[in-house]
């Protein structure tokens, strides 16, 4: 059993900065990405950060030069530093983790992908 838990969130001011964490438990053979998504109301969850196995990163044009994802070299955790909140960037953020749950499903190219419950954030004066 695979489970994510996103913790960090908070009311912030906007021009402040939060970090979010995600940590991974449960076996994974092989982890190849994590990602950040966020979800406001009324809106369909979007991408904000991604990071592959590599250490290859991609954002949001929104959110650009104002995040940062990274992880740890096992891929048990991983972070979101947040600077420079806006009143847009209020959302549930989520967590996930796409990659090989076995060997098994490593030789037959069977991706799984793991989500975390989501952690509020809100950017308020």
């Known amino acids: 059993q695979v489970s994510l838990v996103e913790s960090g969130g908070d009311l912030v001011q906007p021009g402040g900065s939060l970090r979010l964490s995600c940590v991974v438990s449960g076996s994974i053979y092989r982890a190849n990405s994590m990602g950040w998504y966020r979800q406001a109301p009324g809106k369909p969850r979007e991408l904000v950060a991604a990071?592959?196995?590599?250490?290859?990163?991609a954002y949001a044009d929104s959110v650009q030069d104002r995040f940062t994802i990274s992880s740890d070299n096992a891929k048990t955790t991983s972070y979101l530093q947040m600077d420079s909140l806006k009143p847009e960037d209020t959302a549930v953020y989520y967590c996930n983790v796409g990659g090989f749950r076995s060997l098994f499903d490593y030789r037959r190219k069977y991706e799984s992908t793991y989500w975390g419950q989501g952690t509020q954030v809100t950017v308020s004066s």
């Open positions: 990071i592959t196995s590599g250490g290859n990163t």
